[in-house]
T-cell receptor
Framework: AQRVTQPEKLLSVFKGAPVELKCNYSYSGSPELFWYVQYSRQRLQLLLR??SRESIKGFTADLNKGETSFHLKKPFAQEEDSAMYYC?????????????FGKGTKLSVKP | ETGVTQTPRHLVMGMTNKKSLKCEQH?????MYWYKQSAKKPLELMFVYSLEERVENNSVPSRFSPECPNSSHLFLHLHTLQPEDSALYLC????????????FGAGTRLSVL
């Protein structure tokens, strides 16, 4: 069965510290992977997608097919990064062209 | 208003009531989605519409009935709900199913008494 795992429910770091939000997936074929973010009192929105290979708000995510991971990283966390982060793979194959969301990790950046 | 708009923002209903959730998108998208977000579960996909045709029903009970009269509007009709149906219901849209960057509404917080 297709599955996505975000092992940390809550991640708390101090401002300026590096942060890594973990995501592991179990998918057949070649999924496309996304990170969505929900800031307090805002709607869920796309943060980045792996095919874009871009850095958004200082965040990057590298797809590691060997480890089936797509961890989200930022070298220096800021207080405004505090939010819920959801990893979401999508498999284009067959009838499974749907996003499957992880349970999310709440990132808290303390001053 | 641009983006994805959901109404109402909050809804309280009894188990015998019939109500509807509305979603409207002004992005010119062809695919629309209903998700359920419960307190202790991941975001669950309920229904997918592409070009006004339902293409996915993710084993949702029949007490939830979606309707997509045109590509800009999506409804979720509710009847004889159970307390465990209380959740945040999110609507999303995307250009089409293949280009799956989804844009979300703010959600409707539903409480079933």
């Amino acid at each position: 069965a297709q599955r996505v795992t975000q092992p940390e429910k809550l991640l708390s770091v101090f401002k300026g510290a590096p942060v890594e939000l973990k995501c592991n997936y179990s998918y057949s074929g070649s999924p496309e992977l996304f990170w969505y973010v929900q800031y307090s009192r805002q709607r869920l929105q796309l943060l980045l997608r792996h095919i874009s290979r871009e850095s958004i708000k200082g965040f990057t995510a590298d797809l590691n097919k060997g480890e089936t991971s797509f961890h989200l990283k930022k070298p220096f966390a800021q207080e405004e990064d505090s939010a819920m982060y959801y990893c979401a793979p999508m498999n284009y194959g067959g009838s499974q062209g749907n996003l499957i969301f992880g349970k999310g990790t709440k990132l808290s950046v303390k001053p | 208003e641009t983006g994805v708009t959901q109404t109402p923002r909050h809804l309280v209903m009894g188990m015998t009531n019939k109500k509807s959730l509305k979603c409207e998108q002004h992005l010119g998208h062809n695919a629309m989605y209903w998700y359920k977000q419960s307190a202790k579960k991941p975001l669950e996909l309920m229904f997918v519409y592409s070009l006004e045709e339902r293409v996915e029903n993710n084993s949702v009970p029949s007490r939830f009935s979606p309707e997509c009269p045109n590509s800009s509007h999506l409804f979720l009709h509710l009847h004889t709900l159970q307390p465990e149906d209380s959740a945040l219901y999110l609507c999303a849209s995307s250009q089409d199913r293949a280009k799956n960057i989804q844009y979300f509404g703010a959600g409707t917080r539903l409480s079933v008494l």
